[in-house]
């Protein structure tokens, strides 16, 4: 097998990048030629190694399933009761499954590392020209998704290597690293969305019980952290929660206890109760006829639109995923680039699930596929 070339590889991980960071790089230009810029830089470097990549049977694999996929999406769209026949519906699922199946081919284009900087990189941009107010935006909706939502990824990357990098505590990785999470936790603190600060912090505290449970030589170590992390969090939501100019968590304390007046929890229900009802699925995009709107939560707007077959074989995917990451903590020494990814991946898969639609999944579900196979090709075991 051919080493990939340095051109293959930086278009591969740029390509990577834009995907993922697609909503906030709109915030400079905003056009669909930024989402389609993503799939032609993969679809350039499938075609340069398309011979390779074929002739790898894991690779033609994963091309049936994309085909079935497509077709599935076909039968749906065209005999589902209550689909919605649009154009801009049919490019967007499309544009994610073929992504999706590009990212799982040309897994070893990408370098994940480099990936994770840019995605640090861009947070903490974000956060400064949000500290500066330099940034040019309308709407609570677009301030979260262009502003929140990559400074999240940031602040997530950024705790990941700080946390788990093997160079010393003054290393300029470490340092970069908490420059990192100051800035974009101060961007965030006066900011609107709560979810940018909570899930970072929950996805942390998920990979500090992955090594309490599974990294049995440092188990001690990581119960120490865990305690010290959780009296940390309750004094400083303390200290914050005084202060009027943090925002997001005063959004959070006051949302506590409140959750039935949320508009998505009414579509939870009204959507649960349709499945009931239909649990073959009422066709693509059907939530918008439905419940006025989509759900904020793929497990559902899956089951919804198409039934819980598909639901159950996501949730077999998503459970593989979790599995492979838990597995991570066992391998010593522990990987800091493959863990950074996942928890990146763990961010915005809980973002999707309460924010966002299936249509625009392919940010968390590219991360996802992209660590399973970056996870393999590390040699662990399957």
């Keep these: 097998m051919l080493k990939p070339s340095k ?6 991980t740029l390509a990577m990048f834009i995907l993922v960071s697609s909503p906030s790089v709109k915030v ?4 669909t030629l930024i989402n389609i810029s993503a799939l032609v830089l993969l679809l350039f470097v499938y075609f340069r190694n398309m011979q390779e990549v074929v002739a790898l049977r894991f690779n033609r694999k994963i091309f049936s399933y994309y085909l079935i996929s497509v077709l599935l999406f076909f039968s749906y769209l065209l005999f589902g009761k209550n689909s919605l026949q649009d154009f ?10 073929t992504s999706l199946y590009l990212v799982a081919s040309l897994d070893k284009y990408i370098l994940h590392k480099q990936l994770i900087w ?3 990189a861009w ?30 990824a940031g602040l997530t990357g950024a705790l990941m290597t700080f946390a788990y990098t093997k160079e010393s505590v003054l290393s300029r990785r470490r340092l970069l690293s908490l420059v990192a999470i100051i800035v974009i936790m101060s961007a965030l603190l006066i900011s609107r969305g709560r979810s940018n600060i909570l899930y970072p912090a929950v996805v942390f505290i998920i990979t500090l019980g992955c090594n309490f449970f599974f990294n049995k030589k440092e188990r001690l170590k990581y119960a120490v952290i865990m305690i010290f992390t959780a009296i940390m969090t309750i004094f400083s939501l303390g200290a914050l929660m005084s202060n009027n100019e943090y925002k997001s968590i005063n959004r959070l304390t006051e949302s506590v ?16 109760q349709l499945i009931s009802e239909n649990p073959f699925g009422y066709g693509v995009d059907s939530c918008y006829e439905l419940i006025g709107n989509y759900p904020h939560n793929i497990f559902i707007e899956i089951t919804l639109s198409f039934g819980v077959i598909i639901f159950i074989l996501f949730l077999v995917f998503v459970t593989g995923f979790f599995r492979a990451f838990t597995n991570v903590f066992s391998k010593i020494p522990l990987e800091p680039g493959l863990i950074t990814v996942g928890a990146i991946a763990i961010y915005f898969f809980l973002s999707w699930n309460t924010s966002f639609d299936l249509g625009t999944a392919y940010i968390p579900l590219s991360l996802m596929l992209l660590f399973i196979r970056k996870k393999k090709a590390n040699g662990y075991e399957k």
């Design 123 to 152: 947070g903490l941009l974000i956060g400064v020209l949000k500290l500066v107010n330099l940034l040019n935006y309308s709407g609570a909706g677009q301030t979260y998704l262009t502003v929140g939502l990559p400074m999240g």
């Design 7 to 12: 051109l293959d590889q930086i278009t591969a």
């Design 88 to 97: 801009e519906g049919i490019f967007r699922y499309i544009y994610l499954l």
């Design 257 to 272: 206890g409140n959750v039935e007046e949320e508009a998505r929890y009414a579509k939870w229900v009204r959507s649960i």
């Design 28 to 31: 400079f230009y905003s056009s």
């Design 118 to 120: 840019g995605i640090v």
